[in-house]
T-cell receptor, first 111, second 113 residues
């Protein structure tokens, strides 16, 4: 079983819709959770960090964490074509030094 | 804003050549990492360092080596490049604060002919 699991997609949503990306992880001791956006041919860019159960909002992005169920999600409201990218879920190991990445979910926002 | 720099941005080199990919960060981060990523594929950790004179191999078997003589500098060396080394190499760093996120450089796209 992989440390971090994501649906690979592709996920397609129309412009203006809400895109929902999900991620599950296996290590109950994990304390930190991150979402990265990666455009084709570019490096991953940090868009959200979340450490506590509940929701964290930043502009059009909302990260949701449920440690009991071991899942973390990312909602993108009012999706724009510029949001089309691969979104990587990353989980920090319980030592704070290691990072475990999912395989990424490809999102396409259709104009 | 993270400041982590990788050079060169693109490199095309012949088989058998020795190459060094440079990575520097200006944030004083203790932790630095090298990842390898093929197009459309997942990230693979190849090397990491938690501080000066500390280096470890990652999950992916790699023929590369790294060094960490200075906090800000974490170069990756391939002694003899092969076509199988063709890939994107991403350097990243993380701060001293527990659970700090990773910040990535722009990457080096290596092609071995």
């Amino acid at each position: 079983q992989k440390e971090v699991e994501q649906n690979s997609g592709p996920l397609s949503v129309p412009e203006g819709a809400i895109a929902s990306l999900n991620c599950t992880y296996s290590d109950r001791g994990s304390q930190s959770f991150f979402w990265y956006r990666q455009y084709s041919g570019k490096s991953p860019e940090l868009i959200m960090s979340i450490y506590s159960n509940g929701d964290k909002e930043d502009g059009r992005f909302t990260a949701q964490l449920n440690k009991a169920s071991q899942y973390v999600s990312l909602l993108i409201r009012d999706s724009q074509p510029s949001d089309s990218a691969t979104y990587l879920c990353a989980v920090g190991g319980n030592t704070g030094n290691q990072f475990y990445f999912g395989t990424g979910t490809s999102l396409t926002v259709i104009p | 804003e993270a400041d982590i720099y990788q050079t060169p941005r693109y490199l095309v080199i012949g088989t058998g050549k020795k190459i060094t990919l440079e990575c520097s960060q200006t944030m004083g981060h203790d932790k630095m990492y090298w990842y390898q990523q093929d197009p459309g594929m997942e990230l693979h950790l190849i090397h990491y360092s938690y501080g000066v004179n500390s280096t470890e191999k990652g999950d992916l078997s790699s023929e590369s080596t790294v060094s960490r003589i200075r906090t800000e500098h974490f170069p990756l060396t391939l002694e003899s490049a092969r076509p199988s080394h063709t890939s994107q190499y991403l350097c990243a760093s993380s701060g001293r604060v527990y659970n700090s996120p990773l910040h990535f450089g722009n990457g080096t796209r290596l092609t071995v002919t």
